[in-house]
């Protein structure tokens, strides 16, 4: 059948929407990790509203404690005054997250979106060191106003924003040169030469595992070293986990397998639970330096998004078993894309980034942890052929990468083995037909 119309979409809407035009389509409702659009389509969604529906659309947990709480005239709208939903959240993430990690981190609401979390992020770590230069990394994502498109990779995006982005300076990701030099040798020797033009920086921003750069994981150990340096040149770590926190790697902080503990980690997305718009700042007390008002927003007070959150910590992650599902799931995935790749017949190798031109290299790539994956193609057109075969045939993906060259998987933490296996084989059949 067509898709339903979408006149009023393409004749008032803006012409900067997105992610309508893959998905060409009026969706209706939603439970689990299936949406429905009004014409009774399903679809299986491998988006989970990038990455905001870590527990599904609509799970029934998490519902019955917001209708509970507006069907009591719950307070909805509290700026930062002290509220029973506000207290409750509080409570919770100290009792589940924070004190099993051993994490000292004062909370701070700074607005519902990651990109003022970034904002925030950067703001603080300037107002401690009293610095302007942030240290940023190749391929980055961190939001799309100024100061966070100052330190995001993408030139697409950093173009849009009409102005030069100053005070960040872009520093090589873990694999982006092959392995060819010694972690950071780059960065030590600007920080080094008092005539590399690199002013001290307040901080360095990281994504543990960059989500719209590519689905790019920095190993353990790179992440070791990056904290290591901060604390020898006195630069603030902070943590973007916005996207790839509150379980999406397996544990509730991705930072936690590497087992560093950042200055200031930013979270939002799925810290909501229900996709209500959240998001924290997180840092050692002794970074708590601001005056009363100093930063503020009229929405950082959303008390339906603290009710959620805390039916999703309480329901998730009191007793661990989240994680270890997770990492099972991801297993069920790694092994669904290793066999997409061996199948797929290997191409010249100059179409491959970094390779040798004239060997024959693989047709496809893959990498990921805990359920986030990315499906990478040395024909860089394939990754959206692939997402609009798929679509068609009900499943939501979306790219990722500079150039749009990876198939981003990023189902919701909670689905079942059965669906996910619907999904692979929905998208191994997605490759073999745009073959």
Same mark, same amino acid.
């Given at each position: 059948?067509?898709?339903?119309?979408? %006149?009023?979409?393409?004749?008032?809407?803006?012409?900067?929407?997105?992610?309508?035009?893959?998905?060409?389509?009026?969706?209706?409702?939603?439970?689990? %990790?299936?949406?429905?659009?009004?014409?009774?389509?399903?679809?299986?969604?491998?988006?989970?509203?990038?990455?905001?529906?870590?527990?599904?659309?609509?799970?029934?947990?998490?519902?019955?404690?917001?209708?509970?709480? $507006?069907?009591?005239?719950? $307070?909805?709208?509290?700026?930062?005054?002290?509220?029973?939903?506000?207290?409750?959240?509080?409570?919770?993430?100290?009792?589940?997250?924070?004190?099993?990690?051993?994490?000292?981190?004062?909370?701070?609401?700074?607005?519902?979106?990651?990109?003022?979390?970034?904002?925030?992020?950067?703001?603080?770590?300037?107002?401690?060191?009293?610095?302007?230069?942030?240290?940023?990394?190749?391929?980055?994502?961190?939001?799309?106003?100024?100061?966070?498109?100052?330190?995001?990779?993408?030139?697409?995006?950093?173009?849009?924003?009409?102005?030069?982005?100053?005070?960040?300076?872009?520093?090589?990701?873990?694999?982006?040169?092959?392995?060819?030099?010694?972690?950071?040798?780059?960065?030590?020797?600007?920080?080094?030469?008092?005539?590399?033009?690199?002013?001290?920086?307040?901080?360095?921003?990281?994504?543990?595992?960059?989500?719209?750069?590519?689905?790019?994981?920095?190993?353990?150990?790179?992440?070791?070293?990056?904290?290591?340096?901060?604390?020898?040149?006195?630069?603030?770590?902070?943590?973007?986990?916005?996207?790839?926190?509150?379980?999406?790697?397996?544990?509730?902080?991705?930072?936690?397998?590497?087992?560093?503990?950042?200055?200031?980690?930013?979270?939002?997305?799925?810290?909501?639970?229900?996709?209500?718009?959240? %998001?924290?700042?997180?840092?050692?007390?002794?970074?708590? $330096?601001?005056?009363?008002?100093?930063?503020?927003?009229?929405?950082?007070?959303?008390?339906?998004?603290?009710?959620?959150?805390?039916?999703?910590?309480?329901?998730?992650?009191?007793?661990?078993?989240?994680?270890?599902?997770?990492?099972?799931?991801?297993?069920?995935?790694?092994?669904?894309?290793?066999?997409?790749?061996?199948?797929?017949?290997?191409?010249?190798?100059?179409?491959?980034?970094?390779?040798?031109?004239?060997?024959?290299?693989?047709?496809?790539?893959?990498?990921?942890?805990?359920?986030?994956?990315?499906?990478?193609?040395?024909?860089?057109?394939?990754?959206?052929?692939?997402?609009?075969?798929?679509?068609?045939?009900?499943?939501?993906?979306?790219?990722?990468?500079?150039?749009?060259?990876?198939?981003?998987?990023?189902?919701?933490?909670?689905? %079942?083995?059965?669906?996910?296996?619907?999904?692979?084989?929905?998208?191994?059949?997605?490759?073999?037909?745009?073959?």
């Amino acid at each position: 059948m067509p898709p339903a119309p979408l %006149s009023v979409f393409e004749t008032l809407e803006s012409e900067v929407r997105s992610y309508c035009r893959g998905w060409p389509t009026v969706f209706d409702r939603a439970q689990g %990790s299936h949406l429905y659009d009004e014409d009774g389509h399903t679809y299986l969604d491998f988006f989970a509203g990038a990455g905001a529906l870590n527990y599904g659309h609509n799970n029934p947990v998490l519902k019955r404690a917001l209708i509970d709480y $507006i069907e009591r005239d719950g $307070i909805t709208h509290g700026l930062d005054m002290g509220t029973t939903a506000k207290r409750a959240f509080l409570e919770a993430f100290q009792e589940i997250v924070l004190r099993p990690r051993d994490l000292p981190y004062k909370v701070m609401f700074p607005g519902p979106t990651g990109t003022n979390a970034v904002e925030a992020a950067l703001k603080l770590a300037r107002k401690v060191k009293g610095r302007e230069a942030v240290v940023s990394f190749t391929n980055a994502f961190h939001g799309m106003s100024l100061g966070a498109l100052a330190v995001t990779g993408n030139a697409f995006k950093r173009a849009g924003a009409g102005i030069p982005l100053v005070h960040g300076t872009p520093m090589p990701y873990d694999h982006y040169l092959d392995g060819q030099v010694p972690d950071f040798l780059w960065f030590e020797r600007l920080l080094e030469d008092r005539g590399s033009g690199l002013n001290q920086p307040a901080a360095v921003i990281v994504e543990t595992v960059q989500g719209e750069g590519g689905i790019n994981v920095a190993r353990a150990e790179w992440l070791r070293g990056l904290a290591e340096l901060c604390r020898r040149r006195d630069m603030l770590l902070i943590v973007d986990d916005i996207q790839m926190g509150c379980g999406r790697t397996g544990p509730f902080f991705s930072f936690e397998a590497a087992g560093i503990t950042p200055d200031i980690v930013t979270l939002s997305k799925s810290i909501g639970g229900y996709g209500l718009p959240m %998001s924290l700042l997180l840092f050692r007390p002794e970074l708590d $330096i601001w005056e009363p008002g100093e930063h503020n927003g009229t929405f950082r007070g959303n008390n339906p998004a603290f009710v959620t959150a805390t039916a999703a910590l309480d329901a998730y992650w009191a007793d661990g078993q989240l994680e270890k599902q997770t990492l099972a799931r991801g297993e069920q995935v790694e092994q669904a894309l290793r066999a997409i790749c061996a199948e797929l017949p290997p191409l010249p190798r100059q179409h491959a980034a970094g390779s040798t031109p004239g060997q024959p290299g693989p047709g496809a790539s893959y990498r990921g942890r805990g359920l986030v994956w990315g499906l990478e193609f040395a024909d860089r057109d394939r990754a959206s052929a692939v997402c609009a075969r798929a679509f068609e045939l009900g499943l939501l993906l979306e790219t990722s990468g500079p150039q749009g060259e990876v198939v981003k998987l990023l189902p919701p933490l909670t689905i %079942s083995p059965g669906e996910l296996d619907e999904g692979l084989r929905i998208l191994a059949r997605s490759v073999h037909e745009t073959a």
